[in-house]
Structures are given as structure tokens and as C-alpha cells.
């Protein structure tokens, strides 16, 4: 027995599996016999019963069939399923796959309509739209919303599977592409365990290096409105131009009774800077006078001197700075702000994102840490 699957949740963290606030509301199960719906933690009603039903009917299938699989996946694993012996079907993944990878993360409609079906149902989209949150939506609605949407992904299946027969060449990569789908799936919910005071100690010492760092450009260019990080204020300093900045100007105003009023208020300010540097061809950037500054770019600038010194300062504050904000920082931030628990981080693996079909990974890139970073992940135990 086929049958489509999907669970509808809470919205925190747009239905974050990790984020201990958000619960599952109801799931269902769909194949053109039968289509069962099981409500689980929409109001106060017990289901144990329902979800130990549906449970068992997942169990039994001989292929499950799903739309962003471990989306799904680890919702149901959160409520007892174990996947690991389960044949599964992402049709996400493999309309990603039949397509060339020239369509990054596909949504439902956006598959339905491929193959001409029908949409989803807009109306819970719209209470989500106006910040109600799913427990609060009215289960009669909610129920046919999710009942569209498993007909949905089981006709979708269909569809592949007879588009399918003209490209056998491809059966091979999606069935081991649906296996890798659960290894993934795995990866994602055992997460990986991270050292918040190490973390805390990075950070300080990468901040000391950033100020080090800004101390010795600003020795070279003592402006303290520059942003080293915006293309504009770079492209002005190496090829030449203005430089505009924000300033606090002084202000005041004369009352009726003659009381005289002081304050600030922001202004511009701007500088002329001179070329150190001639820009490579083909770089102009499409605002007049500026040309990119992408690290490549700066890599391959022919220069000396003072250029030389201000280009490898601010690669190496580039570096510096994605360290620190994006993971020093920037992973405890992520943590909060996502209501982790365990100090477990737990990164998502993407298959439907590169157009070369590698796997890619984000929030956060766990395959790009810096080796001060990777220091940070350890063994739970």
C-alpha cells in the first residue's frame, strides 16, 4: 500500500521541529481508497489513540510518499515513528532531480500546477498571513486544507512515476538520492552539540583581532564613518570617488519665549577620496562611478604600497567578521532565537538547492566552519 503523508503545525519558527513551543496539530495519510485524518494537539481533546493509529498505518505502508520529506519526517519521529526502515518517496526532491536542478525548492503548487492539478487551499495560508497561529485556526478548515494537500502529493507521485517511464536513467539517482534523504533526516535530528563558553571565548578574542585590525586601517584612513563592509564606501577608497556617511550635527531652535532649544539630528557628510588602484575591466558596478569589490575581485588586483596593505587588511576583516557574526555570535543567537534545547544545533542539509546536485547546508552552513568555529562542536558524549 502507497500512501501520501503530510502534518500541519504550530508556526514558531516557521514549524521548526527543534523549537520546543511548536507542536503537531494533525497529520494525515492518502491513497485513492482512503484518506484518514488524525488530529493530535489542536485543542485538548487525548490523542493517543489516533496517533497511535496513524502511526501504524505509516508503519505499513510499502512506500510513503511525502513534499519536503524531512520536514515531515522528524515531526512524526518527534511523536514516536521511527523512519529508518521506511521507503520513501519526496516528491519535492524528485521533481528537483527530473528537472535538472534548475529549480531550487519547489513549492506544492508550483509541482501541481507542472503537471496541471489542482492548488492548495489559500485560506490557511491567509490566518497565517494575519499571525494566527495554527492551534487557533478552526479544525473543520484546517482539515480540509490538509486533506488537499495529501490528494495533492499522491497525485503528484502518479505523475512521476509515468513521467518516469521516459527517463529510467534517472531512477537510479532518485532512489539513492531517497536514501540519502534519511541519513540526512537523521543528521538533522541528532544536531550536533556546541560549546556556548568556548563560543564566548572566540568571540572575545575575534573581536580583540577585529579592533586590531579596524585600528590599523584607520591609521592608514582616519574617517570614522567608513564602512568597510559596504561596496560603495570600498569601491571609492581603492578606485576613487565620494565617500557619504552618516554624521550627528548640532542643532537648535528658538522658542516663543525666547528660550533657546539644542539638540542633533543625523546629517551627511562626505569625503573625496583619490585612486590607489585601477579596477579591473568589466567590473563597473551598475550604480555610476563604482566598481565591485568582491573578494575574487580583490584577490586579483594588481597592486602595492598602501593598496596592497588596505586590500589584505580588509580581506582579512572580512574573514574575521563572518566569524564572528555569523558563528561566534552568531550560532548562541540562533539558538535562542529558535528555542533549541540540550545545547544541540541543528543545521539543515539541503538536496533541492544546487544546481550541480551537491549537498549543500544552511541555518547553519555546517560545511564552511572555520577550524576556530569547528573547535566549538563537540561530542555529547
Not at 490557511?124 to 499571525?131: F, L, M, P, Q
Amino acid at each position: 500500500m502507497i500512501l501520501s503523508c503530510d502534518v500541519e503545525t504550530s508556526t514558531f519558527s516557521k514549524g521548526n521541529v527543534y523549537d520546543h513551543r511548536n507542536v503537531m496539530c494533525n497529520f494525515g495519510v492518502y491513497n485513492p481508497v482512503h484518506c484518514n485524518i488524525f488530529r493530535i494537539e489542536h485543542g485538548d481533546l487525548p490523542y493517543g489513540k489516533a496517533l497511535a493509529e496513524g502511526l501504524e498505518q505509516i508503519r505499513n505502508a510499502e512506500k510513503l510518499v511525502l513534499f519536503n520529506a524531512k520536514f515531515d519526517l522528524n515531526w512524526l519521529r518527534k511523536y514516536g515513528l521511527d523512519y529508518t526502515n521506511l521507503s520513501i518517496w519526496d516528491c519535492q526532491l524528485a521533481h528537483f532531480i527530473t528537472t535538472n536542478q534548475t529549480h531550487p525548492y519547489p513549492s506544492l503548487n508550483e509541482v501541481a500546477e507542472y503537471y496541471g492539478l489542482g492548488t492548495k487551499l489559500d485560506k490557511i495560508a491567509e490566518y497565517w498571513a494575519n499571525g494566527v497561529q495554527t492551534t487557533d485556526i478552526p479544525y473543520e478548515e484546517l482539515d480540509e486544507y490538509l486533506r488537499q494537500d495529501i490528494k495533492l502529493t499522491y497525485e503528484i507521485y502518479e505523475k512521476q512515476q509515468e513521467q518516469l517511464k521516459e527517463m529510467p536513467e534517472k531512477r537510479r539517482l532518485l532512489s539513492l538520492s531517497m536514501q540519502d534523504l534519511i541519513v540526512l533526516a537523521d543528521m538533522e535530528w541528532n544536531g550536533i552539540k556546541y560549546d556556548f563558553k568556548l563560543s564566548e571565548k572566540k568571540a572575545e578574542e575575534l573581536s580583540t583581532t577585529l579592533k586590531n585590525i579596524d585600528e590599523q586601517i584607520y591609521e592608514m584612513f582616519p574617517i570614522n564613518g567608513i564602512n568597510w563592509n559596504s561596496n560603495d564606501h570600498l569601491s571609492a577608497v581603492l578606485y576613487g570617488g565620494v565617500v557619504k556617511y552618516p554624521v550627528r550635527e548640532a542643532t537648535q531652535r528658538v522658542l516663543k519665549d525666547g528660550t533657546v532649544k539644542h539638540g542633533e539630528r543625523w546629517g551627511e557628510a562626505t569625503v573625496e577620496m583619490p585612486r590607489l588602484v585601477n579596477p579591473l575591466p568589466k567590473t563597473e558596478c551598475a550604480k555610476e562611478g563604482y566598481w565591485k569589490t568582491s573578494e575574487d575581485i580583490l584577490r586579483s588586483l594588481k597592486t602595492k604600497g598602501k593598496a596592497k596593505k588596505l586590500i589584505d587588511l580588509v580581506l582579512e576583516r572580512s574573514i574575521i567578521d563572518k566569524e564572528l557574526s555569523t558563528y561566534a555570535l552568531g550560532l548562541p543567537k540562533l539558538y535562542k532565537e529558535r528555542h533549541f534545547t540540550g545545547e544541540i544545533i541543528h543545521g539543515q542539509f539541503n538536496q533541492c538547492v544546487a544546481r550541480t546536485g551537491r549537498l549543500s547546508s544552511s541555518q547553519p552552513n555546517m560545511q564552511n566552519l572555520s577550524k576556530p568555529i569547528k573547535q566549538c562542536f563537540i561530542s555529547r558524549y
